[in-house]
């Protein structure tokens, strides 16, 4: 049993899929329907999110490394609890929630990256995030690892844990690379990546990270996000962040073996 729970509890703490077929990329482009998210003028959100989205989706499905999927292809309203549950029915392996901003400040310019906070997030982050949350009640978290239910509670609650903090790490390296190849308008890393409680990415078993490409209350960003030319450059600097993630965690993972494999049996 013990050394079940250390071989377990070891490959969470490695987590990584070893992938031999495409690598899922969920991508959650925000708002949608009747909810239309920020505007400015005739621009709205829910319009933006879906546009960069399926640029960034045609970016991925173009590399045989990747496969997306979206969880709307068209201007409709899908539940924040339905997107986190189509992600994970997808089984997918990063979520990527595409958003834009607004402030009551029209010089609050620039791409913001967020990861689910594990301590109080400050406080501009919680409004932040309770627009986004719409004031929907978050329940319980699903089990991220099916674990036999012949485990004691508090051996599955350890196990569950770790595999919390191992995508909470990924989620983290996720927004620092996509931020290395962000090329859209630039803040620095202390205003750019930031730990928010959104709901989507806090219900997924996946690392995840929620993108807000720029602040349409920004009559200058708007108009560049209103622009095709924009958008695709937008979308490639996120497939850019995410092909350089993968390649960083592939090579930290075959590390990893090369090095748990380096101990040959002594010769007699």
């Known amino acids: 049993m013990k050394k079940w ?3 377990l509890t070891s490959s969470i703490l490695l987590y990584w899929p070893t992938m031999t077929f495409a690598f899922r990329v969920i991508i ?3 708002h949608g ?23 960034l989706a045609n970016y991925l499905n173009k590399d045989p490394r990747f ?9 409709s309203f899908v539940s924040l609890s339905k997107r986190a549950q ?14 834009v901003n607004a402030s009551q400040e029209k010089a609050a310019k620039g791409g913001e990256i967020y990861f689910q906070n594990q301590l109080p997030a400050d406080e501009e982050s919680m409004f932040l995030a309770s627009i986004e949350n719409n004031g929907l009640q978050h329940g319980q978290h699903l089990p991220l690892v099916p674990l036999p239910s012949s485990l004691k ?4 609650n350890i196990i569950q844990d770790l595999y919390r903090t ?8 996720l927004a620092k690379s996509i931020f290395k190849t962000w090329k859209g308008s630039r803040k620095s890393t202390k205003y750019t990546i930031h730990q928010a409680p959104f709901y989507v990415i806090s219900h997924v078993p996946m690392p995840s990270v929620l993108i807000e490409l720029g602040f349409l209350s ?15 450059k937008l979308a490639q600097g996120l497939y850019e962040g995410i092909v350089n993630f993968k390649e960083v965690m592939d090579s930290s993972q075959k590390k990893q073996y090369i090095t748990s494999n380096a101990n040959p049996k002594k010769t007699q």
């Open 166 to 173: 191992s995508r909470l790490f990924l989620s983290a390296e």
């Open 86 to 99: 189509i992600a994970t029915q997808l089984k997918g392996d990063l979520f990527l929630s595409i958003h």
């Open 5 to 7: 729970l250390l071989l």
């Open 67 to 75: 496969k997306a999927f979206l969880t709307r292809t068209r201007d």
């Open 28 to 30: 959650d482009p925000g």
């Open 153 to 156: 509670p508090d051996v599955q």
């Open 33 to 55: 329907g009747r909810d239309h998210g920020a505007t400015y003028k005739n621009l709205r959100e829910s319009k933006i999110t879906l546009q960069v989205s399926k640029k």
């Open 218 to 232: 920004n009559p200058k960003e708007a108009k560049k996000l209103s622009k095709t030319s924009y958008q695709t």
